[in-house]
């Protein structure tokens, strides 16, 4: 629908709820480098001004800024009370008769007068739910409110103001009288300041009514269910057990048992059956990727130097000979002409490591440079070119029955910043997969949206090995389990299916620049990047031909040349 600020705003939003989502940071990163796109786009559009408060007081708290902590923390409770105002008068309303067919709902004056008060009731009690949620979570934040006073009672400790510690620890105690890690942070504030002063300190007076209400509501509630049978699951945990009728809370104990030992049952039979399914579906789709794949690569000079079964794994392939010692040379020329820093990412140098920067250009911006005169047009052409090349080659070895679209192109130069390597730990690109969103603590890759699921086919052509680290490398699903590894050079390419059967990722870059051209393709034609079709047109019109001059050679089927040394 070509409204990128929008989706720029729903990315954001997604993003809130799960930061750690690999899939949505990648389309936020593309969104920021789009033209017409914002900062101020960036929006999340169910924010709630209370949670929104409460994570930015958390956010300072954690990077040791007392101050501004407390600052946002104070007005999280504040925005707290007034959404907590308007969700219990929300609750004022007429009796909601839940699948009663109003004409059909018979019940005599105290039992109308009972049920419609306990609706009420449970509704307001639920608001501690409704507040404490947050989109995209499965569970609300528990002891969301009791939360903010943990964290003011350190903030203000801090910050050096023992009578607020001190509030905000005794009012924290309301809710958990028994904190045993609170109670000796209490006494060390009251020693600190003395007894005499500590004493008269006494909770926040707005906490109290709060608490003292919601334990009234409780009791009611509880003593409903108990005599009338009228369900309510309280949303606390600090309630104390007095509140809770004897016999109730034997009864909710047998069921809890009961219901945690269905759950692991059910649970530990559906993880046998999806670990069943998961390896059979493996084995056929690996069998039938092996069986097809070793077409002609059709180019004189490249040649396959290691296929699936070298690199442990299916729909893989290494060739070399793609490029010749110049035409590599050219391109890393183009590349420190053409490139900006950060391209992609919205001039972030350092999108996906500090200890590296990140320099890039596309097809159709490197062929813009080249009609302005700003770089060789010639070396642009060429770039173009390698990419129609790679593509026909991976079209052709995988013997796939429909084309290959561009997804997407990208010439990019990983530099290590010297100074950074140091006790570096990291990684130069995290393991991932290109066309779902790997969960690596679960072992599976879920492909649907946000994650680019149309892709396809993915491929990187190296233009140098002169730089120390930033090997190539396969794993299982785990991000952990190494299958093999492929060491960069000059005109070698690594091609492989998008699907969660490639997992892979780069090694860290200690020294130099590492500099190849990252290539997704898809087989669904409406999925086709906007700029390949764009510099298709260009090179058609600065050259006469769509598809640039590397026509394929027709040759037998590539002999296979497993190089040991490189797994």
């Known amino acids: 629908m070509n409204r990128p600020a929008q989706a720029a705003a729903a990315a954001h939003t997604f993003f809130v709820a799960n930061p750690g989502h690999q899939e949505m940071r990648q389309n936020l990163e593309y969104y920021q480098a789009m033209v017409g796109v914002r900062e101020e786009d960036f929006t999340d559009l169910e924010a709630k001004p209370h949670l929104s408060e409460f994570r930015l007081g958390v956010r300072f708290y954690t990077e040791e800024q007392p101050a501004a902590a407390i600052l946002h923390l104070e007005k999280a409770l504040e925005e707290y009370f007034v959404a907590d105002a308007e969700c219990r008068a929300l609750c004022e309303g007429p009796y909601d008769y839940e699948g009663y067919n109003y004409l059909e709902y018979n019940a005599d004056l105290f039992q109308a007068i009972t049920d419609h008060s306990m609706q009420v009731l449970s509704c307001k009690q639920g608001c501690v739910t409704e ?63 003395g007894e005499n002063l500590a004493r008269p300190i006494q909770p926040r007076e707005e906490i109290q009514v709060y608490r003292q209400r919601s334990l009234m509501e409780k009791e009611l509630l509880f003593f409903s269910y108990d005599v009338f049978g009228i369900p309510f699951v309280d949303p606390d945990t600090w309630t104390p057990e007095e509140v809770i009728p004897k016999r109730l809370r034997e009864k909710q104990k047998a069921e809890r048992e009961t219901a945690a030992r269905i759950s692991e049952e059910i649970g530990n039979l559906m993880k046998e059956i999806e670990t069943l399914v998961e390896e059979k579906a493996k084995e056929s789709a690996d069998m039938s990727k092996f069986i097809r794949e070793g077409g002609p690569l059709g180019y004189e000079g490249a040649s396959v130097t290691m296929n699936s079964k070298a690199l442990n794994g299916s729909q893989r392939v290494v060739v070399d000979g793609v490029l010749s010692a110049e035409e590599c040379r050219e391109l890393q020329r183009l590349t420190n002409a053409a490139a900006s820093a950060g391209d992609g990412y919205r001039g972030k140098t350092s999108p996906h490591t500090p200890s590296e920067t990140f320099y890039g250009v596309t097809v159709l911006k490197a062929l813009k440079l080249g009609q302005e005169g700003k770089v060789p047009l010639r070396s642009a052409h060429l770039y173009y070119n390698v990419t129609e090349k790679v593509r026909r080659m991976m079209e052709s070895y995988f013997r796939l029955e429909a084309p290959l679209h561009f997804s997407y192109s990208h010439l990019v130069c990983r530099t290590a910043i010297d100074e950074k390597q140091e006790g570096r730990s990291d990684n130069s690109h995290e393991v991932h997969v290109d066309n779902c969103i790997l969960n690596a603590e679960a072992l599976v890759c879920v492909k649907e949206p946000p994650a680019y699921t149309f892709r396809d086919y993915s491929a990187i052509l190296y233009l140098n090995g002169d730089f120390e680290g930033g090997a190539f490398y396969f794993t299982e699903l785990d991000a952990k389990t190494q299958t093999a590894e492929v060491q960069p050079q000059c005109g070698r390419a690594v091609g492989f299916s998008s699907g969660s059967e490639n997992p892979h990722g780069v090694k860290a870059v200690t020294k130099g620049q590492r500099c190849a051209i990252a290539l997704w393709f898809t087989l669904d034609p409406r999925h086709s990047e906007r700029e390949r079709v764009q510099a298709d047109d260009l090179v058609k019109m600065l050259f006469g031909t769509e598809e640039g001059d590397l026509e394929p050679e027709q040759e037998p089927p590539a002999a296979v040349v497993v190089a040991k040394d490189e797994l």
Do not use: W
């Not at 003011?152 to 001190?166: D, H, V």
């Not at 309301?174 to 045993?180: A, G, N, R, T, V």
């Open 131 to 193: 507040l404490a949620s947050q989109p995209g979570r499965e569970k609300p934040l528990e002891d969301f409110l009791p939360s903010h006073f943990n964290y003011l009672q350190f903030a203000y400790y801090n910050s050096g103001n023992y009578e607020k510690a001190i509030e905000c620890a005794k009012t924290y105690l309301l809710f958990f009288p028994h904190d045993e890690v609170m109670n000796q942070n209490l006494a060390y504030y009251t020693a600190v300041l």
